[in-house]
């Protein structure tokens, strides 16, 4: 089977595994794994824009992020006001592609921010307009926003099913203002691989791990050193990839806020957090 190029730019494939019904190949250069599994990279799409969001396991996910926010958008507003050293006192214009319920968007809203959103899922969508939030089914690569400029594009969870990612972030940096930034947050396929070609001699503990709604077999399962080679790739400079835990998990998660540096964690975290500067 011939497959497109990774997302590092390399076109050598090697076998990956088998869960559930997704097959994957790896990456020769940056160990990032694609998913070959054509029926049900089609099945999932429709389900985005479908039945997705009513599913137990997508709101508990949903519910267990919103403590995400006051970090995340810490960190977005240090950074930007790092990279607009001279608009002390203005506020970024933000869109969250993939906004699902729209809660990330409320909370930027609440700092003054301007907000906008993408989904796909109609039900999601509407729970977003009933909030007042400006927002469109259209993805960027079909023409969304083309006459706006943002200062920060932000994809939490979203990247890793987007079929091309490259054509996604390419497009991203054109409605970027000068010096903004994107953020992406993806499971670490690092982590998660390493932890897949354990549990395969452990059936019963493997199944309960996948029908976990932190399971992470979507189109992409992304390395930090693929999402690196990626943003490069896409004209972004100024790359930073960090670890990006959930605070309630425990000792761990609580580590991983010490040592933020994903060269300093190796595999240990299962989710990380990048963002790349237009230049």
């Given at each position: 089977?011939?497959?497109?190029?990774?997302?590092?730019g390399?076109?050598s494939?090697?076998?990956g595994?088998q869960?559930?019904?997704?097959?994957?190949?790896r990456?020769?250069?940056?160990?990032?794994h694609?998913?070959?599994?054509v029926?049900v990279?089609?099945?999932?799409?429709?389900?985005?824009?479908?039945?997705?969001a009513?599913?137990?396991?997508?709101?508990?996910?949903?519910?267990?992020r919103?403590?995400?926010w006051p970090?995340?958008l810490?960190r977005?507003?240090?950074?930007?006001?790092?990279?607009?050293p001279?608009?002390?006192?203005?506020?970024?214009?933000?869109?969250?592609v993939?906004?699902?319920?729209?809660?990330?968007?409320?909370?930027?809203?609440?700092?003054d921010?301007?907000?906008?959103?993408?989904?796909?899922?109609?039900?999601?969508?509407?729970?977003?307009?009933?909030?007042?939030?400006e927002i469109?089914?259209?993805?960027?690569?079909q023409?969304?926003?083309a006459?706006?400029?943002?200062?920060?594009?932000?994809?939490?969870?979203v990247?890793?099913?987007?079929?091309?990612?490259v054509?996604?972030?390419?497009?991203?940096?054109?409605?970027?203002?000068?010096?903004?930034r994107?953020?992406i947050?993806?499971p670490?396929?690092?982590?998660h691989?390493?932890l897949l070609?354990r549990?395969k001699?452990?059936?019963?503990?493997?199944?309960?791990y996948?029908n976990r709604?932190w399971s992470?077999?979507n189109?992409?399962?992304?390395?930090?050193k693929?999402?690196?080679?990626?943003?490069?790739g896409?004209?972004?400079?100024s790359?930073?990839i960090?670890a990006?835990?959930?605070?309630?998990r425990?000792?761990?998660g609580r580590?991983?806020?010490?040592?933020p540096?994903i060269?300093?964690?190796?595999?240990?975290s299962?989710?990380?957090?990048?963002?790349?500067?237009?230049?």
């Amino acid at each position: 089977m011939n497959l497109l190029a990774c997302l590092c730019g390399s076109k050598s494939w090697a076998p990956g595994f088998q869960a559930r019904h997704s097959t994957y190949r790896r990456c020769d250069s940056c160990g990032t794994h694609f998913r070959i599994s054509v029926d049900v990279d089609k099945g999932q799409r429709e389900d985005f824009r479908d039945t997705y969001a009513r599913q137990p396991r997508v709101q508990s996910a949903a519910e267990r992020r919103r403590q995400l926010w006051p970090d995340l958008l810490e960190r977005i507003a240090n950074s930007y006001d790092e990279d607009h050293p001279n608009q002390s006192g203005r506020k970024p214009n933000l869109l969250d592609v993939g906004c699902g319920f729209g809660d990330f968007l409320v909370a930027a809203q609440k700092l003054d921010w301007m907000v906008h959103g993408i989904e796909m899922n109609q039900l999601m969508k509407e729970k977003c307009e009933e909030l007042g939030i400006e927002i469109t089914s259209n993805l960027l690569p079909q023409g969304a926003y083309a006459t706006k400029s943002f200062d920060v594009i932000t994809y939490f969870n979203v990247l890793d099913s987007i079929p091309d990612p490259v054509k996604e972030l390419e497009t991203a940096r054109k409605r970027l203002s000068k010096a903004g930034r994107a953020w992406i947050r993806v499971p670490n396929g690092s982590f998660h691989t390493a932890l897949l070609s354990r549990l395969k001699h452990l059936p019963a503990l493997g199944s309960w791990y996948l029908n976990r709604e932190w399971s992470p077999l979507n189109t992409w399962m992304i390395t930090p050193k693929g999402l690196r080679l990626l943003l490069e790739g896409a004209g972004f400079g100024s790359v930073r990839i960090t670890a990006s835990p959930l605070k309630h998990r425990g000792i761990l998660g609580r580590l991983l806020e010490k040592r933020p540096q994903i060269g300093s964690i190796g595999l240990c975290s299962s989710s990380i957090l990048a963002s790349g500067r237009k230049e």
